[in-house]
């Protein structure tokens, strides 16, 4: 596609239940970044993809967020049993070769997560 | 650990005057990029510049400028006849350089005003 896509664009749902986010990157980029953006804040880096795996995922906040990628596409970031403070933005970024670092991250629009 | 610090969190200008946002940050690589980006409201983060630590010239694009002070680490950005499309929350971000992957750190943000 022309750029990043994430879906859904807004999620609401219940302390405990479980969520799944989804980001398509651009074609042909091989690197892929799920980052987290409190309420006022910067962003903060949750896990990288090279292809299908994951070298980085320093980021996870805790056992109950996990993330998958099949392939250079689709990544899934799953919230397993949400907490009120997992409430945030979630951002995707792709980049062309994440083994460069000076290659320019593209992100998405983001998932806005609200636990209620 | 890197860290980068963004001590405006927020600046207003008048349209068509030059704005100055501050950003600086700690580092002990010799090698890395240091990027501005800009969020508006519809939460996509767009690039607006970047730079590379090993050159002594200041990016500029447009209307958009960096003063990169290395030994200061420092790394400002100035907006030159502000138009209202430039409102927005901008980041700092910070990648170690070389072949490791991209992983941005960010400073916490300056949202800018821009008055008609």
């Known amino acids: 596609g022309a750029g990043v896509s994430q879906s859904p664009s807004n999620k609401v749902t219940e302390k405990g239940k479980d969520v799944e986010l989804r980001c398509d990157p651009i074609?042909?980029?091989?690197?892929l970044y799920w980052y987290r953006q409190r309420l006022g804040q910067g962003l903060e880096f949750l896990i990288y993809?090279?292809?299908?795996?994951?070298?980085?995922k320093s980021g996870l906040p805790s056992d109950r967020f996990s993330a998958e990628r099949t392939g250079e596409s689709v990544s899934t970031l799953t919230i397993q049993r949400t907490q009120q403070e997992d409430s945030a933005v979630y951002l995707c970024?792709?980049?062309?070769?994440?083994?460069?670092?000076?290659?320019?991250?593209?992100f998405g629009d983001g998932t806005r997560l609200s636990i209620l | 650990a890197q860290t980068v610090t963004q001590s405006q969190p927020e600046m207003s200008v008048q349209e068509a005057e030059t704005v100055t946002l501050s950003c600086t940050y700690d580092t002990s690589e010799s090698d890395y990029y240091l990027f501005w980006y800009k969020q508006p409201p519809s939460r996509q983060m767009i690039l607006v510049i970047r730079q590379e630590a090993y050159k002594q010239q200041n990016a500029t694009e447009n209307r958009f400028s960096v003063n990169f002070q290395k030994a200061a680490k420092s790394f400002s950005l100035k907006i030159s006849d502000s138009q209202l499309g430039d409102a927005a929350m901008y980041f700092c971000a910070y990648i170690r350089g070389g072949t490791s992957y991209g992983k941005l750190t960010f400073g916490q943000g300056t949202i800018l005003t821009v008055h008609p």
């Open positions: 993809f090279q292809g299908n795996s994951a070298p980085d």
């Open positions: 074609s042909g980029h091989t690197a």
């Open positions: 970024a792709s980049s062309l070769y994440g083994v460069w670092s000076n290659q320019p991250q593209h």
